[in-house]
C-alpha cells in the first residue's frame, strides 16, 4: 500500500536552530505539496512543486523557510533559524497529476522551545 | 478572506445519531471539492465531488454539490465512536493546477 513518508516523525528543538523535515512522495507522483497545520490556522499551503519544478511558495515566509526537490523521491522543507511560532504539524502531500486526490504523510510535529 | 468556511466548527453527538457537516466556497474557477477525515495524523481522503446535485456515497458516509449554491454537505448516518475525527472540506481552483485550499474543518466527536 503505497504511502507518502515523512521524517522525523517528532522534532523539538530550541529556537535559532536549523531543521529539516524529509519527505519520500509516492512513486509515480508528480506533485508534491507543504501544508503547516495548526490550531488557529489550520492547514496552510507553504509550497508546491509538479515534476520538481517550485510552482507556488507564497505561503512561505522567505526569510526563513525554503522548500527543495533535490529528487523525484525526496522533498525537503527547511527552517533556518527557527522561531516558537514555527510550531506546528508540518504535511507533505502527493499527487499522480492534475484533478487527483492529494495523499497525505502522518506529518512532523515540530516544537521550537 | 475565507475563501472555504466549514461549519459547524464542532460537534458532539451520541452513537446512533446522523449529522450533517457543512461546506461552503467562494473561488473564481472552481474545479472540484474533496472531503478528508483527519485522526490523529494524516488527513485521509474520502470523496471528491465536481458536479452538482450527483451524490457521493461510501457506507454511512455520503456527499453532496451544489455549485449554484457554492457548499457542499457531508452526511453520516448511525455514527459510531469511530467516526470520531476532524473533517476537512477542500476546493481546488482551475487556475492553481493541483492545489487544495482547505477549510478551517469540523471537529465531529461520537459518543457512546
Known amino acids: 500500500d503505497a504511502r507518502v513518508t515523512q521524517t522525523p516523525r517528532h522534532k523539538v528543538t530550541e529556537m535559532g536552530q536549523e531543521v529539516t523535515m524529509r519527505c519520500q512522495p509516492i512513486l509515480g507522483h508528480n506533485t508534491v505539496f507543504w501544508y503547516r497545520q495548526t490550531m488557529m490556522q489550520g492547514l496552510e499551503l507553504l509550497a508546491y512543486?509538479?515534476?520538481?519544478?517550485?510552482?507556488?511558495d507564497s505561503g512561505m515566509p522567505k526569510d526563513r523557510f525554503s522548500a527543495e526537490m533535490p529528487d523525484a523521491t525526496l522533498a525537503t522543507l527547511k527552517i533556518q533559524p527557527s522561531e516558537p511560532r514555527d510550531s506546528a504539524v508540518y504535511f507533505c502531500a502527493s499527487g499522480p497529476g492534475l484533478g487527483s486526490p492529494l495523499h497525505f504523510g502522518n506529518g512532523t510535529r515540530l516544537t521550537v522551545t | 478572506e475565507d475563501k472555504v468556511v466549514q461549519s459547524p466548527l464542532s460537534l458532539v453527538v451520541h452513537e446512533g445519531d446522523t449529522v450533517t457537516l457543512n461546506c461552503s466556497y467562494e473561488v473564481t474557477n472552481f474545479r472540484s471539492l474533496l472531503w478528508y477525515k483527519q485522526e490523529k495524523k494524516a488527513p485521509t481522503f474520502l470523496f471528491m465531488l465536481t458536479s452538482s446535485g450527483i451524490e457521493k456515497k461510501s457506507g454511512r458516509l455520503s456527499s453532496i454539490l451544489d455549485k449554484k449554491e457554492l457548499f457542499s454537505i457531508l452526511n453520516i448516518t448511525a455514527t459510531q465512536t469511530g467516526d470520531s475525527a476532524i473533517y476537512l472540506c477542500?476546493?481546488?481552483?482551475?487556475?492553481?493546477?493541483?492545489?487544495?485550499?482547505f477549510g478551517g474543518g469540523t471537529r465531529l466527536m461520537v459518543k457512546p
Open positions: 477542500a476546493v481546488r481552483e482551475g487556475n492553481a493546477g493541483n492545489m487544495l485550499t
Open positions: 512543486f509538479r515534476n520538481r519544478a517550485p510552482l507556488d
